[in-house]
């Protein structure tokens, strides 16, 4: 008896205890949700009481105890603590246009910088003040807040620069030139170094931007923007103007810059296709800036993502690549059927609500000749106005958005038919875009509904687990002039970068878009370029007697390392990897180079004696001389080019120069792929430094065979390593 008096004593505590933990369950299922209702046309009481029933509907007379916040002014909505079943129950409720879980969101900056691992706290010497920047661009606008000389003191005793053609310049900005030889000068542009275009404003201040707080485009990644040296002069030469950027004119900047003092020159320009050395501008212009201690900087060009299109191939100039970064932004499309599309694109603008959704192919400006199979890629005047205007248009092609625009679109939808997309303008309406599998899932939902609706969102910030990777539109090596030399070097963020940009320089292509910014985001090589530049100089700052040689090995062989998964080019899309300023400030040993090295390359390559006194300007000196002295190019990357099924033996001998630690032991470690026929190995394989400054020589042979048809790339990678620092240097085998 007392046994059953027991156990019913127990089922009636259980039964008590069993709603509290029934509802305990409840609430630790329970996450943060934002309600977001679109446009408030009620006034704050009554959208407050409106709030409460709807959350009350869904979850009962707890109601208030999980409401956290209301919004009622110009947009309605509120947050929520919500389990799974009550987002589901909120989502198809009337009037709401999105429930999502609230992110724990960081204070934004505008800068690439930080996802580089290169925090504005970062320490600086104080000889920043010191280096100058020579800027090949498009001019520079004075103005900005990029470019304040606040706090500056006069421009270093070794400056013998001017600001030429009534620009002022200040203690920023210390040098201002243009050059224009033909004299012929379009009406849109200033006839000074000032800037028009925006193009040259954006890669001075990113190289040597002062830090601005608040920077945006049009509300769009709020933060801070700066250069990588912000305390660093800038020099600009004004190279490029509407036409393009004439050998002639960059010739004469390579001159007055060397002339003047600069000390890293940054040219986010170059040749599309490559040259002979000696008939590039570029190549011949830095070549004698390298001779005066001078680093050029240079983009690898925007030709991707077929092979050999860079511009860039001469080995003194450090030649760079473009890459992504996080946060990169996503605009959402919400489809009327609640399905959410995250495309891409540079978009401020906000809709109030959904519109009208159709298909470019079933509205052609049939008047004007056109049909289904040409409307359906947005081309100028294809579409019909009647039909396309105050709808949002899905288009299987990228364009300008003007045609969408003109034919009274509300916004545009674009197809892009690879997997990532790296949109490099803003537009004059909301726009995403979507990749291929993405435009399918549109399209069926059009063909499924008489009244298709979508509403394209305001973009946001986003972190795409597969960045960093190599921009499609960068241009991709091999080296289609010296073979046995990588390009590009390096890459650095290119994608969507702020920066900032003159107030009477478009911000998209389409005529009459009259928008004025402080601030723009563009992307290309010559984004991710300013970024090497602004770094070589930080580099200089710590270090300013090393060589442009010393300074591009540092940035080489600490690079990060990439994914050939995610970049089937490898190394010729990446070069030796991405930017990492903290690590390049410290490199431990340097692969250093001279004048002497790159000769004694240009005579390997079949280069006579005749030009290499002209181009040093030694007439006693020869080939066979000067390769009886230096046989290999101390190079930070070694490259093999072969014939498919050939069986190669090649062997490299490099010299290290230790900068790392006094007392220091590196070990070398291969990084090889185990089916790839590729073999490598180090001799010795270990180094033993007992002073700062030491140079050490080794020897590195290569065997391999490529035998698949489909891949022309086998690669690995040497390591040099002391427990402090890693000095990676990658091998490359191809065929051409």
């Avoid at 007392?2 to 299922?29: G, M, R, V, Y």
């Avoid at 990644?221 to 030469?237: F, H, T």
């Avoid at 994914?563 to 340097?590: C, V, W």
Wanted: aromatic fraction near 8%; charge should be neutral; hydrophobic fraction near 40%.
């Amino acid at each position: 008896m007392a046994i059953q008096h027991s156990l019913i004593f127990n089922i009636c505590f259980l039964l008590l205890l069993l709603p509290k933990s029934i509802q305990a369950e409840s609430d630790n299922n329970r996450k943060v949700y934002v309600v977001y209702m679109g446009h408030n046309a009620r006034d704050d009481a009554s959208t407050s009481s409106f709030h409460l029933s709807m959350l009350q509907e869904v979850v009962g007379r707890d109601a208030k105890k999980h409401m956290l916040q209301r919004y009622t002014k110009s947009f309605h909505g509120f947050s929520a603590r919500l389990t799974e079943e009550e987002v589901k129950k909120l989502s198809g409720m009337e009037g709401v246009v999105s429930v999502f879980p609230s992110k724990s969101n960081k204070l934004a900056t505008a800068s690439s910088w930080d996802f580089l691992g290169f925090p504005l706290t970062v320490n600086r010497s104080t000889t920043e003040s010191d280096i100058i920047i020579g800027v090949f661009d498009t001019g520079i606008w004075p103005e900005s807040a990029s470019f304040t000389d606040l706090g500056y003191g006069p421009p270093p005793a070794k400056w013998k620069g001017i600001c030429e053609a009534n620009f002022t310049c200040n203690n920023k900005i210390i040098g201002a030139r243009h050059f224009k030889a033909d004299g012929i000068y379009d009406p849109k542009e200033f006839k000074s170094p000032r800037d028009s275009d925006g193009h040259g404003t954006h890669t001075a201040s990113t190289a040597a931007g002062n830090v601005v707080r608040n920077a945006n485009l049009l509300g769009l990644q709020s933060g801070i923007a700066r250069g990588g040296v912000p305390r660093a002069r800038i020099a600009v030469y004004k190279v490029c103007w509407i036409e393009g950027c004439r050998s002639e004119d960059v010739l004469s900047a390579f001159e007055a810059a060397i002339a003047d003092g600069v000390d890293i020159i940054t040219v986010s320009a170059g040749l599309t296709s490559a040259e002979e050395l000696f008939n590039d501008v570029y190549a011949i212009g830095s070549f004698h800036a390298m001779q005066k201690g001078i680093l050029t900087v240079q983009s690898a060009m925007n030709e991707g993502p077929m092979p050999q299109t860079t511009g860039s191939i001469a080995p003194w100039i450090l030649s760079v690549g473009a890459s992504t970064k996080n946060p990169d932004l996503v605009t959402p499309v919400r489809l009327g059927n609640g399905i959410v599309v995250n495309g891409v694109s540079i978009n401020p603008f906000t809709l109030e609500r959904m519109y009208p959704l159709i298909y470019a192919g079933d509205v052609p400006n049939i008047t004007a000749g056109f049909n289904g199979t040409i409307s359906r890629f947005c081309v100028p005047n294809s579409l019909d106005k009647n039909l396309v205007k105050g709808k949002i248009i899905l288009c299987d092609a990228i364009s300008t958005g003007e045609p969408e625009m003109l034919a009274g679109a509300v916004g545009s939808i674009m197809r892009y038919p690879g997997p990532y997309f790296e949109v490099v303008r803003s537009y004059t309406l909301p726009v995403s875009v979507v990749n291929s599998e993405q435009a399918i899932r549109i399209a069926r939902y059009i063909q499924s509904t008489r009244n298709a609706t979508a509403i394209i969102m305001k973009s946001e910030d986003d972190n795409n687990g597969s960045t960093p990777y190599v921009a499609s539109f960068s241009s991709r090596g091999p080296n289609p002039t010296i073979t046995s030399i990588l390009k590009p070097d390096l890459t650095a963020p290119g994608v969507r970068i702020l920066a900032a940009w003159p107030p009477v320089a478009p911000i998209t292509e389409v005529e009459g878009d009259r928008r004025s910014v402080p601030f723009n985001m563009i992307s290309g090589t010559s984004m991710a370029c300013p970024h090497v530049s602004g770094i070589a100089a930080y580099i200089k700052t710590f270090n300013p007697t090393w060589s442009p040689a010393a300074i591009k090995s540092a940035l080489m062989t600490t690079a990060s390392t990439m994914s050939a998964r995610i970049n089937t080019d490898a190394e010729f899309a990446y070069g030796a990897g991405n930017l990492n300023p903290i690590k390049a400030m410290k490199p431990g040993l340097i692969y250093d180079a001279d004048e002497v090295d790159y000769v004694s390359l240009l005579c390997q390559e079949g280069y006579s004696s005749q030009h290499i006194r002209s181009l040093t300007g030694d007439n006693s000196s020869s080939c066979s001389q000067i390769m009886e002295q230096t046989k290999d190019t101390n190079y930070p990357s070694f490259v093999i080019p072969t014939l498919r099924k050939k069986v190669i033996d090649s062997s490299f001998n490099r010299t290290v120069t230790n900068v790392g630690s006094a007392t220091s032991t590196y070990r070398a470690f291969i990084t090889q792929p185990l089916v790839s026929g590729l073999r490598i190995q180090v001799e010795p394989n270990v180094l033993g430094f007992e002073r700062i400054g030491q140079k050490m020589s080794f020897k590195v042979s290569v065997q391999a065979t490529i035998q698949n048809l489909d891949n022309p790339i086998v690669s690995g990678a040497l390591t040099w390593d002391d427990g402090v620092h890693q000095v990676r240097s990658p091998i490359v085998v191809h065929v051409p």
